[in-house]
């Protein structure tokens, strides 16, 4: 299973994607109400095994 992720620029840490403005774990990666083409750019499609936020992971599967 693939899932949408984003980069946080601070430290590099790979987030599971759970709306336009929030990851899994309640990291902002967009601040702007439009989405635009460079941010859907930065959401990729990964293999779980390549997620490193631990709380992302932890909260994906609090939901199963
Ligand atoms: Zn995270």
Do not use: W
């Not at 980069?7 to 989405?35: A, P």
């Not at 083409?37 to 609090?62: E, G, P, V, W």
């Amino acid at each position: 299973m693939m899932f949408p992720t984003i980069v946080s620029k601070q430290d590099n840490v790979v987030h599971i994607v759970k709306n336009q403005k929030k990851t899994e774990c309640g990291f902002t990666y967009h601040h702007f109400t439009i989405v635009n083409r460079s941010d859907l750019r930065r959401i990729k499609f990964i293999s779980k095994d390549s997620i490193t936020c631990a709380m992302c992971l932890q909260h994906y599967l609090n939901q199963k």
